[in-house]
């Protein structure tokens, strides 16, 4: 059977990498710990982890509906 998922596996390994690198940052911008990066900085790397995440749990749920769609 086909994985759906599979195509899209390195990058939903890439996506959990930038959330957790994206909460390290926030949670040492948040705690006062010098790393030369502000708490602007940290919030707009969890935007951006964020916001990759959400386009490919977009791209695996299109492609649920159109394996749906053919079930049908």
Do not use: C
Not at 23 to 52: E, H, I, K, P, Y
Not at 56 to 69: F, G, N, P, Q
């Amino acid at each position: 059977m086909f994985d759906v998922g599979d195509t899209l596996r390195e990058g939903l390994d890439e996506a959990r990498s930038r959330l957790r690198d994206a909460q390290r940052a926030l949670a040492q911008a948040n705690s006062g710990v010098a790393t030369g990066r502000s708490a602007d900085a940290a919030m707009a790397q969890t935007a951006q982890a964020a916001l990759f995440t959400e386009a490919l749990l977009s791209a695996e749920h299109a492609r649920l509906a159109e394996i749906k769609a053919v079930v049908k």
